[in-house]
């Protein structure tokens, strides 16, 4: 039994000396504290930090301490502001409980990882992306800002001109420029720069219209039937312009002679599900279904679907 002791405590002291090894060289901090909060053991990269931290964590750090000791479970993901010889610096720690045979606590072990640098990086790339946005946020309402102006140029052209057809034309031209403007303008008033929320814009875009047609609300009603559906501008702008020319088309032929009607737009969200091909996975494709339609009275028998010139109907064909 005598020579049995020595050697425990021999493995007992090597099998420390291992863990103290191997807890040096995680690069974490590793640290021991016991129920009075004094310090039991601090690896060596604790060391480099001085025994306080920020004044503002020390009452977050004891609520974490009185979280642990209800839940007896491991806390994460605690940030705190720690003093070393060469400055402050931000630590992510991981606290576990450690409890006596009795149940009681008694004390805990933590690790923690210095995140200074990274969230250094966080907030220069947070910093960037906000100077791009508001870059781009600029780019929007400029481009907005030069549409109308041709806008403006055009109706200033217009009271110069005494042929009709040529109007009509100035006329379509401005309800184009229009659809085009009110997606960058959307743009710029949304918190998403890449997408705006097409449903709003067609509302918007389709009382404009009206407007500009000096029809109103009551004579021509709009039933719109929208899902929520977010377009990038490079699929708004050619969908908005589909919108604006049917749209302008139902205005202009569809209620001759001050008749009333309904003009109804409806644009639903698919998904498409394809079958998997050999070697190939099974593929979802999300695309949608706009239908524009009123209850006028309709395209005339003459005209030939396959001898169109005009815009509006060729989007209709």
Request: hydrophobic share 35%.
């Given at each position: 039994m005598?020579?049995?002791?020595p050697i ?5 002291r090597?099998s420390?000396?291992?863990?103290i090894d ?6 974490d901090?590793?640290?021991?504290v ?9 690896n060596e ?14 009452e977050?750090?004891k609520?974490?301490?009185q979280?642990?000791?209800i ?5 994460r993901g605690?940030?705190?502001?720690q ?5 402050w610096?931000?630590?992510e720690w991981n606290?576990?409980p450690?409890f006596d ?11 923690g990882?210095?995140i ?12 960037s992306?906000?100077?791009?946005e508001?870059?781009?946020k600029e780019?929007h309402?400029?481009?907005k800002?030069?549409?109308q102006i041709?806008y ?5 052209q ?9 109007l009509?034309?100035i006329?379509?031209s401005h309800?184009r420029?229009?659809?085009m403007?009110l997606?960058?303008e959307?743009?710029?008033q ?12 067609i ?17 021509i009603k709009?039933?719109?039937n929208v899902d929520s559906?977010?377009?990038g501008i490079?699929?708004a ?5 589909i ?22 737009i409806a ?5 498409d599900v ?5 070697n190939k996975?099974?593929?979802?494709n ?8 009123d209850?006028g009275?309709?395209i005339?028998k003459n005209?030939d679907?396959r ?7 060729q989007?209709?064909?």
């Amino acid at each position: 039994m005598g020579k049995e002791r020595p050697i425990a405590e021999e493995l007992l002291r090597k099998s420390r000396e291992e863990y103290i090894d191997v807890t040096n060289l995680t690069g974490d901090i590793i640290v021991k504290v016991d129920k009075e909060g004094r310090w039991t053991f601090l690896n060596e990269h604790a060391c480099k930090f001085a025994d306080y931290m920020n004044s503002d964590d020390v009452e977050k750090t004891k609520v974490v301490i009185q979280k642990m000791i209800i839940t007896k479970k491991v806390v994460r993901g605690v940030i705190n502001r720690q003093k070393t010889p060469k400055g402050w610096r931000t630590v992510e720690w991981n606290s576990t409980p450690v409890f006596d045979e009795t149940g009681n606590y008694a004390g805990l072990q933590a690790t923690g990882r210095d995140i200074t640098e990274r969230k250094r990086a966080e907030e220069r790339i947070k910093i960037s992306l906000e100077e791009k946005e508001l870059l781009l946020k600029e780019i929007h309402h400029r481009v907005k800002n030069n549409m109308q102006i041709i806008y403006s140029l055009l109706s200033l052209q217009s009271r110069y001109i005494q042929d009709k057809n040529i109007l009509n034309m100035i006329k379509e031209s401005h309800d184009r420029i229009k659809s085009m403007a009110l997606i960058h303008e959307r743009l710029y008033q949304s918190k998403d720069l890449a997408r705006i929320n097409f449903g709003d814009y067609i509302r918007k875009l389709t009382l404009s219209l009206l407007y500009s047609y000096g029809i109103g609300p009551d004579d021509i009603k709009l039933k719109i039937n929208v899902d929520s559906v977010f377009l990038g501008i490079n699929t708004a702008i050619p969908c908005g312009l589909i919108v604006n020319e049917l749209v302008s088309n139902s205005l202009k032929y569809a209620f001759p002679e001050d008749k009333r009607g309904e003009i109804r737009i409806a644009l639903r969200s698919n998904t498409d599900v394809s079958f998997p091909q050999k070697n190939k996975p099974q593929k979802t494709n999300n695309y949608f279904t706009l239908i524009v339609s009123d209850d006028g009275v309709g395209i005339p028998k003459n005209i030939d679907f396959r001898k169109v010139e005009t815009l509006g109907l060729q989007l209709e064909v």
